[in-house]
Structure formats: C-alpha cells, structure tokens
C-alpha cells in the first residue's frame, strides 16, 4: 500500500511569486486535507477537498486555493507569496469511511526570499 | 474543537516506559482523542485514538479518565527513535469535513 506523497520536497521562491504543491493520496483515500506548519509552530489547517470539491476551509486568505483531481489527488496554489508563507506544507488523505483518521505525506519546505 | 493543554517537554530513558500526558477539560461526549507524533521536519505519523475506552495498538496505549477530561500516551518501551513532538488532539468525528487542530505538544526526549 503507498502512503501518502508530495512534491517537491523543497522549493525557493520569491516574493510575490506563485506556487503550486501536489499530493497524492493514500491508496483507497477519497479526502485530502492541507496544513501549513510554520517553524516552532504546530501544523495549522488550510482547507479539505472530498471528492473535488472544498469541504471545509481554515483562516486563510483566498490566495490559498486547492484543486482535487478524479484521482483524488491534490494541488495547493498559493499566489503572491509573502514572506510569512514559508513554511512546511503538508498534506493528509483520509478515507470516506469512519474513523476518518488523517494520515500525512512527508512535506513540502517552502521558502519564500 | 476542544482545546488540549500538554507540557512543553519531557525526558524519557531508553527502554523505560513513557507517559505522556493531556488535558482536555472541556471535552465534548462526540470528541475523540488522537495522538500523532512528528519526528524533527517529517510529516506527523498518526499514533493512536479513542473515545471512552483504553486502545492499545503496536505501537503505544492510550488510557483516557473516566470523566474524559485527560488521557496519557503509553510508550511501553521507549527507543531513540521515539524522540519526537507528540501531539494530543481533541476532534469531531462528524465525517469527512472535521479537521485537526494541532496545540505544541510534548516534545519527548529519549536518552541512552
């Protein structure tokens, strides 16, 4: 069974900039879930896709957004970068089923110059 | 979500049991307990969880009070590798939309 994955690992971009982050998720998993953890911080939630569609949005700004493709997988766009935005990003797949338990990929360190 | 109040650190000996506690006063009847674990610039690893009851799995057992307002993270055995930030997390089980709210939590240390 492959877990949960994410791409890249790192990435360096500037102020201003736009970027876009994947995840694939958990064999079997139908919900994505996005968390942005800020050094020393514990991870916050973003927003949740299930099955394409947002379901569920933390206090973050409309720059943030998300897709959920057919396959379940999943993209995290955030556009003009602030430096407050660096950070570990990081994605969790959970199935459809209870106990909906939410199992993380390893990250994406993004930093913003 | 309820709120969960761990210590900020704890030290542990290898091989030594270890107990991590958590507080959770204002617990909903419908709120569960999860623990997940983050070794340093890794994704959380999902621990164990439960209701009212005592869950053991392979990894740790997880004892919650009979009033719900605490529970404590067994580590039987604890290794190097169990060095890590342990997150004690309060959460609805309402489907596919209850998201988790992550605290501080306890950063263990495991020492030879």
């Known amino acids: 069974e492959t877990g949960v994955t994410q791409s890249p690992t790192h990435l360096i971009k500037t102020r201003g900039q736009q970027v876009t982050l994947r995840c694939s998720s958990q064999?079997?998993?139908?919900?994505v879930s996005w968390y942005q953890q800020a050094l020393g911080q514990g991870p916050q939630f973003i927003f949740q896709?299930?099955?394409?569609?947002?379901?569920g949005r933390g206090n973050f700004p409309p720059r943030f957004s998300g897709l959920q493709f057919p396959n379940y997988s999943s993209e995290l766009n955030v556009n003009a970068l602030e430096l407050d935005d660096s950070a570990l990003y990081l994605c969790?797949?959970?199935?459809?089923?209870?106990?909906?338990?939410?199992?993380f990929g390893p990250g994406t360190r993004l930093l913003v110059l | 979500d309820a709120k969960t109040t761990q210590p900020p650190s704890m030290d542990c000996a290898e091989g030594r049991a270890a107990n991590l506690p958590c507080n959770h006063s204002?617990?909903?009847?419908?709120?569960?307990v999860y623990w997940y674990r983050q070794i340093h610039s890794q994704g959380p690893q999902y621990i164990i969880h439960?209701?009212?009851n005592n869950e053991t799995n392979e990894m740790a057992s997880l004892i919650i009070t009979e009033d719900r307002k605490s529970s404590t993270l067994i580590l039987p055995h604890a290794t190097l590798r169990d060095t890590a930030v342990y997150y004690c997390?309060?959460?609805?089980?309402?489907?596919?939309?209850?998201?988790?709210?992550f605290g501080t939590g306890t950063r263990l240390q495991v020492t030879l």
């Open positions: 969790a797949s959970s199935p459809g089923t209870p106990p909906w338990t939410q199992y």
């Open positions: 064999s079997g998993h139908n919900t």
């Open positions: 896709y299930y099955r394409e569609e947002e379901n």
């Open positions: 204002t617990i909903s009847g419908n709120e569960y």
């Open positions: 439960g209701l009212k």
């Open positions: 997390i309060v959460r609805v089980n309402t489907g596919t939309a209850s998201k988790l709210t």
